[in-house]
T-cell receptor, first 110, second 112 residues
Framework: DAGITQSPRYKITETGRQVTLMCHQTWSHSYMFWYRQDLGHGLRLIYYSAAADITDKGEVPDGYVVSRSKTENFPLTLESATRSQTSVYFC?????????FGPGTRLTVL | DAKTTQPNSMESNEEEPVHLPCNHSTISGTDYIHWYRQLPSQGPEYVIHGLTSNVNNRMASLAIAEDRKSSTLILHRATLRDAAVYYCILRDINTNAGKSTFGDGTTLTVKP
């Protein structure tokens, strides 16, 4: 089915480990985004990408790295996970003025 | 992107209309008003957007004040499935990106 998929859906890791969250979209939308949502709060933008090989920082980029070698994939890497990065991570793409969100990845850092 | 202010929570009875307010006093002429909602344990989903005129779609209506400093999302007949967090966001069409952060939104509770 067309849409945005995220993997894994749930992840538990330990402080200091590297973690990569995957995001895949089937629409070939140019713009893609990564947000984090802490418990009881709204979404904050981590990084976004306007096209393959073009990425830019959002509001809370520290501790995260992104890449986009193909239009359909936009992985997010936590280079050395910290407890403060425990959150739900949402990937999104954009068509025109409308964003489409994935189901989220719940990450717990112990 | 300019900021918005929404009430933390609202309650409604099932099958009654719901009016969700949003204040955006610093809105610029090129800011579109967007509404998204987030059902429990899901990612946000698009509801509606507008610039100056009122807008209707199958999900909701968007009423925009004449000075554009506030707007109201209208759910004509709330159902239990409309219980969600509703986010009001401003996006500048000229920046050509979804750089705006979602605030804490309004948590809508629908009572049977």
């Amino acid at each position: 089915d067309a849409g945005i998929t995220q993997s894994p859906r749930y992840k538990i890791t330990e402080t200091g480990r590297q973690v990569t969250l995957m995001c895949h979209q089937t629409w070939s939308h140019s713009y893609m985004f990564w947000y984090r949502q802490d418990l009881g709060h709204g979404l904050r933008l981590i990084y976004y990408s306007a096209a393959a090989d073009i990425t830019d920082k959002g509001e809370v980029p520290d501790g995260y790295v992104v890449s986009r070698s193909k239009t359909e994939n936009f992985p997010l890497t936590l280079e050395s996970a910290t407890r403060s990065q425990t959150s739900v991570y949402f990937c999104a793409s954009r068509r025109g003025l409308e964003q489409f969100f994935g189901p989220g990845t719940r990450l717990t850092v112990l | 992107d300019a900021k918005t202010t929404q009430p933390n929570s609202m309650e409604s009875n099932e099958e009654e209309p719901v009016h969700l307010p949003c204040n955006h006093s610093t809105i610029s002429g090129t800011d579109y008003i967007h509404w998204y909602r987030q059902l429990p344990s899901q990612g946000p989903e698009y509801v509606i957007h507008g610039l100056t005129s009122n807008v209707n779609n199958r999900m909701a209506s968007l009423a925009i004040a004449e000075d554009r400093k506030s707007s109201t999302l209208i759910l004509h007949r709330a159902t239990l499935r409309d219980a969600a967090v509703y986010y009001c966001i401003l996006r500048d069409i000229n920046t050509n990106a979804g750089k705006s952060t979602f605030g804490d939104g309004t948590t809508l509770t629908v009572k049977p």
